[in-house]
């Protein structure tokens, strides 16, 4: 066989060297079937004889990795499938089974083991296909010498983050930052020693949530074994009761549309992987292979984040619930009638292959493989850790872009990281990844009127913005609505995705400011990023105990509210009118978007970043009238921002006045109820109208530390602000019922409990509500052409949200309609 020579990558602590198989003959390199089957590769070694099979078998010459590739041949398209055995046991050591002849399976083996290399050809016209087998030898990783290096204690930590100040300080770290958090803090994940030093040195207070990972991600696994082990089918709609692998999930796609060839396609993605990889997706309606038919479509994507198993297996369950229910359930048949769904369990499917198949550590070390976050791009690391392939490299787990900062709006600013072992790396431009590039044109070329990008964890619904000074869009009174819908089937907290802490370049923000399509990302679950699967995928799946929506419908309930907003042609635009029969029309809008100013890894900005974007979307006409589902044709980055006018003057500033004494230092509030309180109260209309209050309170030493708490009338808990280092507290609210309040003045910290430096000019400062404001209307240029391509039509097209416009005969009486529709 022609394999590649081997690499050294020397003092960085990991060896990688490429070995020649032993093999005879150069007809080795090529499989062979005169015949296909629909079966799975990876589930067993076949006969030999059996159809559609052709193997090798191989030894190892090393303690390492084994990389199998398939390749087309002589141009040759089909779809085979492959996969690595065990001899001895039979068990299955890699697998790949995308819808193509460009597989990769890779995995891990022992020097002296005997392995059998088998291709399937699942499908397809190719009789024959190219095949490639490399074993790379590996040291231990980590240090100079080669030798395994101890891992040190990993825990979950609660940052105590009461203010927006807090949260950019957090995020400017360079910790592992989840998505669990709240108003006042935010869970972090501290892999050793320098992480614990880097945040005790910040200022920022936390509070043990997990003293050891390692020993979670034992119990977890254990917990998933005993239950795939006592489970024949759970209530998921596939049955399923263990992770999948990744050959899993294409496998299944594609059996999906096999057995369903009218309702379901499998498709392939633009982009190859950075390790070459095809992405897999699906694509449900009826009529499936009709894409141009009009219809709106619901878009459902997982694993961004390569440790996120959930995300993945809630996406494909999501798949077997529209196939099921169309088949058994009439409400879910009449709503993917009137919808086209596409599902995408597996965006960074590079990631997600290593995390899935590493060795389980759980200790969140540069080598703890299943904790990988990111892709596997190399080009932005230094020149000594750009060696290696992805699964075994002198960075570890470190190298490689964070494809959930990396869409381009707001790409650049602040809630993603400039450093390139950062978990939040943005990437070196915007759309620089293939992930990234994959879900940009997907939703480019559709009407997309909606989008879940699932997540793990949190409990959370995150809707635009992910930056609080962009301001909430015209459209928050529907997102807000539709999330919290969500959120009552689920029991998450529906919140702007802000409200966690900000982000710059994620998926549904570029989706939705770019389309106007809805985008919401779900955090699922709040124990991990892969916990047991009974909790994290069955419970909060099906809505059963012990998950947030039991008794609720869970996220199953959701993301069928979710299509329900798909169908509701009040939730988008619609376009009706009149054209032949096989006539084509198209929908076309090209425009510039800047990111955010450019933050450099020295803090300085540079200017923003010109994004071109282009929309098209087509509809095939099958004559007379039609109707066609689209996005609003301004994009809500253009169309304004949400507000509302005042209704009669703000509040006057009110005094708060400090109770005689001080109280004594409390560090445990409100474990120590020991403080001081301050009543004071808001007004409503028609009296004053508020935007929001400020509740500010100042005292003379930065080393002196209070903190401010503000409660409701019923005793919860509104705002809060409790930083460290500074010399005064601010906590706001914004748009705040009236009521009686209470301020309470917790004394953290004196410089000198002697001579108190007591807290002053203590007030409630409130502000008008902003007005909304309105940017420049957008159109859509539509055209028709007829059966020879010929252009025969064009128009511009004004379209709100839940606005339904007639364009007439467009592909024969264009220009009157138009101007008809002007008057």
């Known amino acids: 066989m022609a394999l590649r020579t081997g690499i050294a990558l020397g003092a960085a602590g990991l060896v990688v060297f490429g070995v020649t198989v032993p093999s005879a003959t150069a007809a080795d390199n090529v499989l062979r079937a005169d015949s296909s089957a629909n079966r799975a590769c990876h589930t067993a070694v076949q006969s030999r004889r059996a159809q559609g099979i052709d193997q090798r078998e191989v030894t190892s ?240 994507v997982g694993v961004h984040h390569a440790r996120e198993w959930p995300a993945s297996e809630h996406t494909i369950e999501w798949a077997y619930e529209l196939v099921n229910g169309y088949q058994r359930d009439p409400a879910i048949k009449g709503l993917v009638g009137k919808t086209r769904n596409i599902v995408v369990p597996v965006v960074n499917v590079d990631g997600f292959s290593i995390s899935r198949e590493a060795e389980p550590k759980g200790d969140f070390s540069r080598f703890d493989y299943e904790m990988k976050r990111k892709n596997c791009q190399t080009a932005d690391s230094p020149p000594q850790f750009r060696t290696g392939i992805c699964k075994a490299n002198p960075a570890g787990k470190d190298r490689g872009t964070d494809p959930n900062r990396n869409y381009a709006t707001f790409w650049g600013g602040n809630g993603a990281s400039t450093s390139w072992n950062g978990e939040t790396f943005r990437g070196a431009g915007p759309f620089s990844e293939p992930e990234t590039r994959n879900i940009r044109d997907l939703v480019s070329k559709r009407q997309v009127t909606n989008l879940i990008t699932l997540h793990t964890y949190g409990n959370l619904i995150l809707r635009p913005p992910g930056v609080a000074d962009t301001r909430a869009p015209l459209d928050e009174p529907v997102l807000k609505a539709l999330g919290d819908k969500m959120a009552s089937r689920n029991g998450y907290r529906s919140i702007p995705s802000w409200g966690l802490y900000d982000t710059t370049g994620t998926t549904e923000d570029w989706s939705f400011w770019t389309t106007g399509g809805l985008g919401y990302t779900f955090e699922i679950n709040t124990a991990g990023f892969h916990p047991a699967y009974q909790n994290a995928v069955v419970a909060e799946y099906t809505g059963t105990a012990p998950a947030a929506g039991a008794g609720k419908g869970g996220n199953r309930a959701a993301f069928l509210d979710m299509l329900g907003s798909a169908a509701d042609p009040a939730a988008h635009s619609t376009l009706i009118g009149s054209a032949p029969r096989g006539h084509q029309l198209k929908l076309h809008k090209t425009f510039q978007t800047p990111t955010s100013p450019v933050l450099q890894p020295d803090g300085s900005t540079k200017p923003p970043i010109y994004v071109t974007d282009t929309l098209d979307s087509t509809y095939s006409s099958t004559g007379g009238r039609f109707a066609w589902s689209v996005n609003p044709s301004t994009r809500p980055y253009v169309a304004g921002r949400y507000g509302r006018e005042p209704q009669g003057p703000k509040q006057t500033t009110v005094p708060l006045t400090n109770p005689v004494g001080v109280p004594a230092e409390n560090t445990d509030y409100p474990g120590s109820p020991v403080s001081e309180s301050i009543p004071f109260t808001v007004k409503g209309l028609p009296e004053v109208d508020n935007g929001r209050f400020d509740v500010v309170v100042q005292w003379t030493s930065p080393q002196t530390d209070w903190d401010l708490y503000v409660y409701n009338a019923a005793g919860e808990l509104v705002t809060s602000s409790a930083s460290g280092g500074t010399n005064s507290e601010k906590a706001t609210l914004f748009d705040p019922p009236p009521g009686n309040y209470t301020a309470v003045m917790v004394n953290y910290d004196q410089v000198d409990p002697a001579s108190p430096d007591d807290w002053a000019n203590g007030r409630v400062e409130f502000s008008s509500p902003v007005p909304p404001t309105y940017g420049t209307r957008e159109a859509y240029t539509l055209t028709c052409t007829n059966r020879n391509g010929k252009l025969v039509g064009i128009a511009d097209v004004f379209a709100d949200r839940g606005q339904t416009v007639d364009v007439g005969e467009v592909c024969t009486n264009s220009a009157r309609a138009n101007k008809e529709r002007r008057r």
């Not at 399937?120 to 190719?126: F, K, L, V, W």
């Not at 369903?260 to 992987?273: D, E, G, I, Q």
């Open 61 to 300: 010459t090393v303690d390492g990795l084994i990389q199998a590739r398939l390749a087309p041949r002589d141009g040759a398209e089909g779809d085979w499938d492959l996969a690595v055995f065990d001899k001895a046991t039979g068990k299955v050591v890699a697998a790949a089974a995308a819808l193509r002849s460009r597989e990769l399976a890779e995995s891990f083996v022992k020097k002296g083991q005997q392995l059998v290399v088998q291709g399937c050809r699942y499908s397809g016209s190719a009789r024959s296909v190219n095949l490639g087998i490399d074993f790379l030898a590996l040291t231990p990783q980590g240090t100079p010498t080669g030798s395994p290096q101890q891992p040190q204690r990993a825990e979950v930590v609660r940052v105590e983050t009461p203010s927006r100040t807090d949260k950019s300080k957090l995020l400017s770290l360079g910790l592992d930052v989840t998505e669990k958090g709240d108003d006042t803090g935010v869970e972090v994940v501290l892999a050793d020693d320098a992480d614990r030093k880097t945040l005790r040195e910040s200022g920022l207070r936390s509070t043990t949530v997990d003293a050891d990972l390692s020993r979670t991600a034992r119990d977890d696994a254990a917990k998933d074994r005993e239950y795939a082990a006592k489970t024949q089918a759970s209530g998921l709609p596939s049955g399923r009761t263990s992770y999948r692998h990744l050959y899993e999930y294409e496998y299944e796609m594609k059996e999906l549309a096999r057995r369903n060839p009218k309702l379901v396609r499998a498709f392939t993605l633009n982009h190859a992987s950075v390790e070459g990889r095809d992405v897999t997706g699906l694509e449900i309606a009826t009529d499936v292979t009709n894409a141009a038919d009009g219809k709106p479509v619901n878009v459902t």
